[in-house]
Each structure stands twice: as structure tokens, then as C-alpha cells.
């Protein structure tokens, strides 16, 4: 098993590590700060260095249980002693993303009491869709002025690690379905901003939502009865 070194520190750029296993098109390291795809968050891109070598990294994903570091060129042989580094510039545009969504489900539930059923980011921009009955372009407008209210408030963002039981006992995670949740989670992890947001997570966020900076609400979409969607940008850091 991989360590996953982002699950604990976010702000990690690079760590030392060994090649434990070479794959058809990347590999595995014992350690990594590199994120996997999942939760409707990218994979981190970067590079591998090694004495005499580098190589670049397109993707990060999660195969068969495996963290593999998806190449544009030769990997190095197991066992071999690298430098990972991603791009952090990318990855921090994404932490902000990721956190400002957080922020914008929250303020949906507990204004307008809908649910987020589904979402998706790309550094900077970021789509959500909720189970709202009506949506038009002066809600949008109405929402991002609440939205950016409550991230200038600067609210620290906790990473946490709850033993199952206790996160399905807790009202907050159980409005995000924490109990879908396979049971062989355990502990789970769980991303908090404070007087906000709670919900079970595996990404990565910035330490306090000032550090997402403005959010724009860029579209609002009537996609269908209780399906309306939400396309955010952020504004440049
Ligand atoms: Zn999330």
C-alpha cells in the first residue's frame, strides 16, 4: 500500500521515495504526494527525478486498489530511490476549487435546503448540480454574494479522521451519505470548515476558505425537475 502523504498534508510539494512496482503505463511508490483522481477531483500531474533520470507525470488514478503514477516515458526499475514533485501550482488551484465547493454546497443546504447530487472540477472552474426546484440568474447572483460572505469570513478548514461508527452516528455526515460509504472504510476521513461544512472526503483543501479568494457564479443551468446546476470560476489568486 501506498502511503498517501496529500491525505495528511495537502501543502506537501515533493517527498522521497521508492519505486515499489512498475506498471503498463506508470508506477507505484512506496509513498506519494501525488493525489489520485476521485471524488470528482483531478489527479495530480508532476515529475519523477532520480539520479540520472526524470520522467513526467500525466495522471494519477487509483487501479485495482494500486496509486499509479501515470508516465509520459520510461519508468525507472523498482526499487529505485526518486524525488516526487507535483505541480503545485495546478494542485493548489484545485485545492481552492475544491474547498470554494464545499463552501457553495453548504450555503445551498442551509439556505435553500437542496441537496448536491452531483459535481465536477477542473483547476478554477467547477460545475455542481442540486436537487433545487428553481433556478434563474438573480439566485446565482444571490448565492455567490452569500458564498463569498462566508469565505472572506476566513474560516479555518480541518482534515479529520473519524472510526466509522462515530461519523454514522453524526447528523452533519450523515446529510452528505456518509453511509454509502463501503464498510471497509475505516476510519473515515473527514473535511470540516469550520461553522459551515462537514462531509466525509478524500481530497485535498486549502487550510481556510480566505484562500480561495473569489468565487464567480458563472452559469446557472435548468437541467431538468430538481436537477439545476451550477458552473463556478475562481477569481485569479
Ligand atoms: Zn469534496
Known amino acids: 500500500m501506498t502511503e498517501e502523504l496529500f491525505s495528511t498534508d495537502a501543502y506537501a510539494r515533493s ?3 521508492v519505486v515499489s512496482e512498475v506498471t503498463a503505463d506508470g508506477l507505484v511508490l512506496d ?5 489520485a483522481r476521485g471524488g470528482g477531483q483531478p489527479g495530480d500531474t508532476g515529475v519523477i527525478r532520480w539520479d540520472g533520470g526524470r520522467v513526467g507525470v500525466t495522471e494519477t488514478a487509483k487501479r485495482d486498489g494500486h496509486l499509479v503514477h501515470v508516465l509520459d516515458g520510461e519508468a525507472p526499475p523498482a526499487g529505485t530511490a526518486i524525488t516526487a514533485e507535483i ?3 495546478r494542485r493548489h488551484t484545485l485545492m481552492r476549487t475544491h474547498t470554494a465547493l ?7 443546504y ?3 435546503d437542496a441537496k448536491v447530487t452531483g459535481g465536477n472540477m477542473e483547476p ?4 455542481m448540480d442540486f436537487e433545487l426546484e428553481a433556478i434563474d440568474a438573480e439566485f446565482g447572483r444571490r448565492v455567490e454574494e452569500v458564498l463569498n460572505a462566508e469565505l472572506a469570513a476566513d474560516r479555518p478548514v480541518h482534515v479529520s479522521f473519524l472510526p466509522r461508527v462515530e461519523a454514522l452516528a453524526d447528523p452533519d455526515l450523515i446529510r452528505t451519505k456518509v453511509n ?14 469550520e461553522g459551515l461544512d462537514k462531509q466525509a472526503d478524500g481530497g485535498t483543501h486549502v487550510r481556510s476558505t480566505a484562500e480561495v479568494g473569489r468565487v464567480r457564479v458563472a452559469k446557472t443551468e435548468n437541467k431538468g425537475k430538481a436537477f439545476k446546476r451550477m458552473r463556478i470560476e475562481l477569481a485569479r489568486a
Do not use: K, N, Q
Request: aromatic share 8%.
Open 15 to 17: 517527498c522521497p521515495a
Open 31 to 35: 509513498r506519494t504526494v501525488f493525489y
Open 87 to 89: 505541480d503545485w501550482d
Open 102 to 108: 464545499h463552501a457553495l454546497a453548504a450555503v445551498i
Open 110 to 112: 442551509r439556505d435553500h
Open 124 to 127: 478554477g472552474v467547477a460545475r
Open 180 to 193: 454509502l460509504i463501503p464498510a471497509s472504510v475505516d476510519p473515515i476521513r473527514v473535511i470540516e470548515i
